[in-house]
């Protein structure tokens, strides 16, 4: 079945470090992939999308790319708020009914 | 455009004792999900409704839960009894049901607590 694995956190960065979270996926046909964030006491908001191999996502300063050769869509962030701390979710899509599947999550924690 | 929303926010109860919880979609979403998200966990899938019919259910533990969506808009899913294990946020969304490239937008979830 479709699975999605990110790098266990929790991640410390200090502000305007760079960011990167690594995601793969196992999934059937070709799916889209997603990074939900999550921020403390919110729910879970879409943060970008990619619909196809080779697609960029992005949002606010962050960026992932559909890599169907490697099964990957790592998150990049070139330098990092201590706002942008939360739990980031790689997420994936498939099926003529849009199943979504979410990785367990990882933590960043960006600290001034 | 409302987003999605769920009631109650936060639930304690006994174990044993039965719980509910609603959501209303995103207006025009044809297809809704609930999942339950454990302590330091990704949300997992219990059921996928496409209007009024449960498409996915096969993590839904249906010996003690129950989801319904009669009209094929709102929805209630029911935990009767509630174990202390159910004790996790529930989380509904729902999405435009469209093959490709369409998100689930999340509700603010429905925080339980089974003491």
């Known amino acids: 079945g479709d699975s999605v694995t990110q790098m266990e956190g929790p991640v410390t960065l200090s502000e305007e470090a760079f960011l990167t979270i690594n995601c793969t996926y196992t999934?059937?046909?070709?799916?889209?992939l997603f990074w939900y964030v999550q921020y403390p006491g919110e729910g879970l908001q879409l943060l970008l999308k990619a619909t196809k191999a080779d697609d960029k996502g992005s949002n606010k300063g962050f960026e992932a790319t559909y890599r169907k050769e490697t099964t990957s869509f790592h998150l990049e962030k070139g330098s990092v708020q201590v706002s942008d701390s939360a739990v980031y979710f790689c997420?994936?899509?498939?099926?003529?009914?849009?199943?979504?599947?979410f990785g367990t999550g990882t933590k960043l924690q960006v600290i001034p | 455009e409302a987003g999605v929303v769920q009631s109650p926010r936060y639930k304690i109860i006994e174990k044993k004792q039965p719980v509910a919880f609603w959501c209303n979609p995103i207006?025009?979403?044809?297809?809704l999900y609930w999942y339950r998200q454990n302590l330091g966990q990704g949300p997992e899938l219990l059921i996928r409704?496409?209007?009024?019919?449960?498409?996915?259910d096969s993590q839904l533990p249906k010996d003690r839960f129950s989801a319904e969506r009669l009209k094929g808009v709102d929805s209630t899913l029911k935990i009767q009894p509630a174990e202390l294990g159910d004790s996790a946020v529930y989380l509904c969304a729902s999405s435009g049901g469209q093959p490709e490239g369409t998100e689930a937008f999340f509700g603010q979830g429905t925080r339980l607590t089974v003491v």
């Open positions: 997420a994936l899509g498939s099926g003529g009914y849009q199943k979504v599947t």
């Open positions: 207006s025009g979403h044809n297809t």
């Open positions: 999934a059937t046909g070709y799916p889209s």
């Open positions: 409704y496409e209007n009024e019919e449960a498409v996915d």
